[in-house]
């Protein structure tokens, strides 16, 4: 699947302590590798994409290197779980 890493965090900040804790408590495993095609890192950090020609926002864990490309387009896993990125529908609820 293609996505688009987004350039930013925005304005929602993440009360589970980041991105990748959120991704983890919305029901994700942990992939062993970062889920870019044919990338062995380790994932670092939940990183926020769209799919390619999406407007919704998600939640995707990264390595470093591929987090660092903002704006470009990723070819992930499939079997990646896309997390809808609405903090305040989820952990951000008072």
Do not use: F
């Amino acid at each position: 699947m293609r996505v688009i890493n987004i350039n930013g965090a925005g304005d929602d900040a993440c009360p589970c302590g980041s991105w990748l804790d959120y991704w983890k408590r919305s029901g994700g495993q942990l992939p062993t590798y970062c889920p870019e095609e044919g990338c062995y890192e380790k994932p670092e950090v939940g990183a926020r994409v769209q799919k390619d020609g999406g407007a919704d926002w998600y939640i995707i864990p990264l390595c470093g290197i591929h987090n660092g490309m903002k704006g470009r387009a990723l070819t992930v896993s499939d079997h990646v779980r896309l997390v809808p990125a609405h903090v305040r529908k989820t952990c951000g609820k008072p």
